[in-house]
């Protein structure tokens, strides 16, 4: 079973090449840092967008040519046909890694005991093709947004039969995931927030989220589930307001509950704009506070306010993100999967390539163009200067506690100090950051 008959394996062939089937920039085995491209990047490509959907937006049906999903009356050999369709895309775009959710990968049953019946049943198969072609998985997740009975939550339902059964689709997932060798497991809560306050317990729910979280590690370390647990923050969509709005409130939640050391964050392009943040202060904000995991590749639309999931094609972006990974020793267990989806005009199997392509060129281009800014120590060696003082003397006093507002008074009346603003250098900066984006 063939479906993407008129494609090869897609190779390097530098930047010169004009072939829209061939990378320019990513080079899997070309050294960057003391690792190959491939282990700086950790691309994964998303089951959902990629062979899930069907390309219809909330006017219109779906457009997209996915003769996987239509071949059989059956829905598990559709599963089958899908999962068929995903290797051989995934082998042949050469990304190591791919991510999926429950539902993406095995049809909902009309009992729960069918649901996971057919997940275990489709994980044997999935075992199959990684074994087979060598593709790993990033992470699992469980959809805990898509049907009916979570429409008011999943751990923030008012209804705790409902958390019940959130637990009860987390823990056949996890344990999946466990089996599969995934190298994380991840939470987004789609659900987890709020329409109206008129109707809404926020700190209940708040509380009810906490307990679901402390369940989900708990559960990983009594499977002994060696794997990153990482929420993703989005502040709204489908929920009017969601409580994992951004990095500093995923921050805050994790602390108020205890669970700062179990998780980390799979940070998203796309949400970090809704919530009018730039992709790399979300990123930034997670590593400064030790809780970055991982990366959902995308990009919104700067004139539209909702999740486009676009592919991302932000060279500067990606430079400047890719800077902050860096600058913190890599990626680790995490990884840049693209949460990206195609247009709903661009109905043709190969469009899912161009996509791709495009998204690891640019961030092979970021990767690049972060290694060199790094290496020439510009940027960094202006911000040590900027807060040299703060190394030794003065600074390092007042931060280990030996100095009290008393002791800092008598000081500034004493010496009466000079404090004349010094040029944050912004433009300076932004014109060496210009020069190395290629
Ligand atoms: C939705 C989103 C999800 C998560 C996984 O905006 O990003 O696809 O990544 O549930
Ligand atoms: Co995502």
């Not at 080079?27 to 700086?40: C, T, W, Y």
């Not at 705790?160 to 987004?188: I, S």
């Not at 509380?207 to 794997?227: N, P, S, T, W």
């Not at 805050?252 to 179990?262: R, S």
Request: charged share 20%.
């Amino acid at each position: 079973m063939s479906f993407f008959a008129d494609v090869d394996t897609v190779t390097y062939q530098g930047p010169d090449c004009t072939d829209p089937l061939a990378f320019r920039y990513y080079d899997a085995n070309r050294r960057v840092l003391g690792k190959s491209m491939a282990e700086q990047l950790r691309f994964a490509v998303c089951y959902w967008h990629s062979f899930d959907a069907p390309g219809g937006d909330v006017f219109g049906d779906g457009t997209w040519d996915r003769p996987w999903a239509n071949g059989s009356a059956e829905p598990m050999a559709r599963a089958r046909a899908k999962l068929a369709a995903a290797f051989e895309f995934i082998a042949k775009l050469t990304a190591p890694y791919f991510c999926f959710h429950d539902r993406d990968v095995a049809p909902e049953g009309s009992t729960f005991a069918e649901s996971e019946k057919n997940l275990l049943a489709m994980g044997e198969d999935i075992a199959a093709a990684m074994q087979r072609t060598g593709i790993k998985l990033l992470w699992g997740t469980a959809n805990l947004f898509g049907h009916p009975r979570y429409a008011a939550g999943a751990a923030t339902n008012p209804n705790p039969e409902v958390f019940a059964y959130a637990a009860a689709q987390v823990r056949t997932v996890l344990e999946l995931t466990h089996q599969l060798g995934g190298e994380n497991y991840v939470l987004w809560g789609g659900r987890e927030g709020y329409d109206t306050l008129l109707n809404t317990d926020l700190k209940r729910e708040s509380d009810q989220l906490g307990r679901f979280m402390a369940l989900v590690a708990e559960h990983k370390h009594k499977i002994g589930f060696a794997g990153t647990l990482l929420i993703e923050p989005k502040p709204c969509e489908p929920t009017k307001h969601q409580y994992d709005y951004d990095s500093a409130a995923c921050y805050a939640f994790l602390q108020k509950y205890g669970l700062a050391d179990e998780f980390k964050l799979n940070i998203e392009c796309n949400h970090a704009t809704l919530a009018g943040h730039t992709f790399q202060h979300e990123v930034a904000y997670a590593i400064a506070h030790g809780i970055f995991g991982s990366v959902d590749a995308n990009r919104g639309d700067a004139q539209n306010g909702w999740d486009t999931d676009q592919y991302p094609t932000n060279v500067e972006e990606a430079t400047l993100v890719l800077y902050e990974i860096l600058c913190a020793g890599g990626l680790g267990s995490g990884g840049f999967n693209f949460d990206a989806k195609l247009r709903r005009q661009s109905v043709a199997r190969e469009d899912l390539f161009y996509g791709h392509i495009g998204g690891m060129d640019t961030l092979a281009r970021g990767l690049l163009n972060a290694a060199a800014l790094l290496e020439s120590e510009e940027l960094s060696g202006h911000v040590a200067q900027r807060y040299a003082g703060w190394d030794g003397g003065l600074g390092e006093r007042i931060l280990a506690g030996d100095e009290s507002f008393d002791s800092l008074a008598r000081r500034v009346r004493a010496s009466n100090p000079d404090l004349a603003p010094v040029s944050g250098r912004q433009e300076l900066l932004e014109n060496v950051v210009a020069r190395f984006v290629r």
